[in-house]
């Protein structure tokens, strides 16, 4: 006998959102606090090298290969007490590890590439790009975080950089991502898209804010609905989740169901907003707007919104 929730076809949206593939096995419980230094002694390790925001890969053949071995690493001043253990993959342990050498001073064979432009550009397959995401996250997280928010006493890395210890009043920080609401506000006929003003050139997405304190991701739907686009909204599904290393936010995707249509725009947040119907939004994903008007790529939680209204006819 089946249970009617689980009765739909299994294939989660969330697949086949950037970043999503992720196949290293964590093992955050089970974590020794020198677990770096086990995995450094084990000569299957495998580092990320990340620096300011890029992460470095060798230049090969006709590939970029964002894998080091533990020796390969050496000279790129890596920073091993910073390090972090991601997990475990088929391969062996996987580190990512903050280096210390400049993009200007890296040799020919390596180049150190802002994470955005890895994951638009499709440089690194998608198992490495999801650990790109962890690893950029965390990295992130222990920068910001090295003082004990309680007493203010530097803390200390532990279980391989799945927590933070203080020293002095013994509070245990664990790294920490930050939820934000994406939505596309749709009725069967057009779709509500906004320009923000950082956007590429003629690009327009799904609205999206930081789920606050205290609100139900539907209450923050519906909350930054209103505030950006004067939009109230009826009912709210949930779609797909992203992990979103910027720093250490998860976008989690919804439809809203408008209940009025006269916008009223927060031109402080947003450069336009306004109705879509259904074949320019078609035109926009295929990048054959007359006006040049587009929607986010592949690889962006806003792209599946978009196709997902689109396809559902
Ligand atoms: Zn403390």
Same mark, same amino acid.
């Given at each position: 006998?089946?249970?009617?929730?689980?009765?739909?076809? #299994?294939?989660?949206?969330?697949?086949?959102?950037?970043?999503?593939?992720?196949?290293?096995? /964590?093992?955050?419980?089970?974590?020794?606090?020198?677990?770096?230094?086990?995995?450094?002694?084990?000569?299957?390790?495998?580092?990320?090298?990340?620096?300011? !925001?890029?992460?470095?890969?060798?230049?090969?053949?006709?590939?970029? $290969?964002?894998?080091?071995?533990?020796?390969?690493?050496?000279?790129?001043?890596?920073?091993? *007490?910073?390090?972090?253990?991601?997990?475990?993959?088929?391969?062996?342990?996987?580190?990512?590890?903050?280096?210390?050498?400049?993009?200007?001073?890296?040799?020919?064979?390596?180049? *150190?590439?802002?994470?955005?432009?890895?994951?638009?550009?499709?440089?690194?397959?998608?198992?490495?790009?999801?650990?790109?995401?962890?690893?950029?996250? =965390? #990295?992130?997280?222990?920068?910001? +975080?090295?003082?004990?928010?309680?007493?203010?006493?530097?803390?200390?890395?532990?279980?391989? !950089?799945?927590? @933070? +210890?203080?020293?002095?009043?013994?509070?245990?920080?664990?790294?920490?991502?930050?939820?934000?609401?994406?939505?596309?506000? *749709?009725?069967?006929?057009?779709? =509500?898209?906004? /320009?923000? @003003?950082?956007?590429?050139?003629?690009?327009?997405? *799904?609205?999206?804010?930081?789920?606050?304190? !205290?609100?139900?991701?539907?209450?923050?739907?519906?909350?930054?609905? #209103?505030?950006?686009?004067?939009?109230?909204?009826?009912?709210?599904?949930? +779609?797909?989740?992203?992990?979103?290393?910027?720093?250490?936010?998860?976008?989690?995707?919804?439809?809203?169901?408008?209940?009025?249509?006269?916008?009223?725009?927060?031109?402080?947040?947003?450069? $336009?907003?306004?109705?879509?119907?259904?074949?320019?939004?078609?035109?926009?994903?295929?990048?054959?707007?007359? !006006?040049?008007?587009?929607?986010?790529?592949?690889?962006?939680?806003?792209? +599946?919104?978009? @196709?997902?209204?689109?396809?559902?006819?």
């Amino acid at each position: 006998m089946s249970f009617r929730l689980f009765d739909a076809p #299994l294939r989660e949206p969330s697949q086949f959102v950037g970043f999503a593939g992720n196949t290293i096995d /964590r093992q955050s419980e089970n974590r020794a606090d020198d677990s770096v230094d086990q995995a450094l002694a084990d000569p299957t390790t495998r580092l990320l090298l990340m620096n300011g !925001g890029r992460l470095y890969l060798k230049l090969g053949n006709s590939s970029l $290969d964002p894998w080091f071995g533990a020796a390969e690493s050496q000279p790129f001043k890596i920073s091993l *007490a910073d390090g972090v253990l991601l997990g475990f993959s088929e391969q062996g342990p996987v580190l990512a590890v903050p280096a210390g050498v400049d993009a200007e001073q890296l040799p020919e064979t390596i180049k *150190a590439i802002d994470y955005r432009s890895v994951y638009m550009q499709g440089l690194i397959d998608e198992a490495a790009a999801g650990a790109m995401a962890q690893g950029a996250a =965390l #990295l992130a997280w222990h920068a910001s +975080h090295r003082f004990c928010s309680k007493c203010g006493t530097e803390s200390q890395m532990r279980a391989g !950089g799945y927590k @933070r +210890h203080c020293p002095n009043c013994g509070t245990e920080h664990f790294p920490r991502t930050d939820p934000v609401a994406i939505m596309l506000t *749709a009725t069967r006929e057009k779709c =509500l898209l906004g /320009r923000g @003003r950082h956007f590429a050139p003629g690009m327009y997405s *799904a609205l999206a804010g930081f789920i606050e304190p !205290g609100e139900t991701i539907e209450a923050a739907v519906r909350r930054e609905t #209103l505030e950006e686009a004067g939009i109230r909204l009826g009912r709210v599904v949930y +779609h797909a989740s992203q992990p979103w290393p910027f720093p250490y936010s998860l976008m989690i995707g919804c439809f809203g169901e408008p209940l009025n249509e006269d916008i009223q725009a927060d031109l402080n947040e947003l450069e $336009d907003c306004r109705w879509f119907a259904r074949d320019e939004v078609r035109l926009m994903l295929a990048r054959e707007h007359p !006006g040049n008007l587009i929607t986010p790529p592949k690889g962006a939680i806003a792209h +599946h919104l978009i @196709r997902a209204w689109v396809d559902a006819e």
